[in-house]
C-alpha cells in the first residue's frame, strides 16, 4: 500500500517537474508531509524526512533532465564547473541547518519560500532578459553557488528556482539557465540526500524504512515513476501556453505556501 501511494506522488511529481519547468521538489515534499503525517511518524521529524527524501529523488530526475537539456545543446558547462563546489558544500551544509531548525520552523521558511516562488512565477511570465550582462568572475559565481545550496536544501529542493534567476539576471537565455539549472540539480540533490542521511543517522531517529532523514521507500517509488512521467509532462508542456501553465502552477504553489505558514503557526 505505501509503495502504491509513493508511486502516484511520483507520477504527479514527474509530470509536474516536466510540465512546468521546476523540480519535482516543491510538489514531493507537500506530499511527503501529508502522507508521513497520516502514517503516524514523529511530527519533529516529518518535515525533516520529507526534505531529505525529495533531495534524494531529484538526483534520478536530474540526471534524466540533464541528458535531455545536455541533448539539446542547453547546458552551459564551464558555469556549471563553476558552480558545482559550492553548490555542493552549500548543499551538505544547508541539510545540517535544516537539521537543527524545529518542524515548525521549516514549515514557516518553506511556506514563506514557496509563495515567493509562485510570485516570481505570475510576475515573471513575460520577463525580457539583458542580453548584455556577463557572467560574474569564478570566485562569484563559487560563491552563489554555495548560497544556493543552502538554500535548496533547506527548501529540499534541486535549486532550479534560484539558478534559473540568477542566470536570467546575468543576461543568460531561458533556454540554456533552464538547461544549466537542471545539471546543477544533481550536485545539489547528491549532496543534500548525503548531508540528511549523515545529520539524521547523528540524531539517532526512530522511523522505519529509512537511512537517516531519507525513506528508502518513498525514494524508491518516487524515483522510478518521476522517471517515465517527467518526459510526458515536457511532452504536455509543449501543446498548451507557458503563460498559462505558469499561472496555474503559480496557484498551486500559493495554495502550498499558505498551507505550510498555516501549520507552522499552530
Do not use: R
Not at 23 to 33: D, E, N, R, S, W
Not at 159 to 174: R, W
Not at 201 to 226: C, E, R, W
Amino acid at each position: 500500500m505505501e509503495l502504491i501511494i509513493f508511486f502516484a506522488i511520483g507520477a504527479l511529481a514527474g509530470f509536474a517537474a516536466g510540465l512546468f519547468g521546476v523540480g519535482g521538489g516543491t510538489i514531493i515534499v507537500p506530499l511527503l508531509y501529508v502522507v508521513f503525517t497520516q502514517m503516524g511518524y514523529d511530527p519533529e521529524v516529518i518535515m525533516h524526512m520529507a526534505l531529505g527524501t525529495s533531495l534524494a529523488t531529484i538526483i534520478v530526475t536530474s540526471i534524466s533532465s540533464l541528458m535531455a537539456h545536455h541533448k539539446n545543446g542547453a547546458v552551459i558547462w564551464p558555469v556549471f564547473k563553476n558552480l558545482t563546489p559550492g553548490m555542493a558544500l552549500g548543499s551538505f551544509l544547508g541539510a545540517g541547518i535544516a537539521g537543527l531548525l524545529s518542524g515548525a520552523h521549516l514549515q514557516l521558511i518553506i511556506g514563506v519560500f514557496v509563495i515567493w516562488v509562485a510570485y516570481t512565477m505570475f510576475a515573471g511570465a513575460k520577463k525580457v532578459i539583458d542580453q548584455n550582462k556577463v557572467l560574474p568572475s569564478t570566485p562569484k559565481q563559487v560563491v552563489a553557488g554555495t548560497g544556493i545550496g543552502v538554500a535548496s536544501a533547506i527548501f529540499g529542493i534541486g535549486g532550479g528556482s534560484l539558478t534559473v534567476p540568477y542566470l536570467n539576471h546575468y543576461g543568460v537565455v531561458m533556454q540554456k539557465a533552464v538547461g544549466t539549472s537542471a545539471a546543477c540539480g544533481l550536485p545539489i540533490a547528491i549532496a543534500g540526500a548525503l548531508g540528511f542521511m549523515f545529520f539524521g543517522m547523528k540524531d539517532q531517529i526512530n522511523v522505519p524504512n529509512t537511512i537517516g532523514f531519507v525513506h528508502i521507500y518513498a525514494f524508491l517509488g518516487i524515483s522510478i515513476m518521476s522517471f517515465f512521467t517527467a518526459k510526458l509532462g515536457a511532452k504536455t508542456a509543449h501543446a498548451l501556453s507557458p503563460a498559462v501553465l505558469k499561472k496555474c502552477f503559480a496557484v498551486l504553489l500559493l495554495i502550498v505556501g499558505c498551507f505550510f505558514i498555516f501549520k507552522g503557526l499552530h
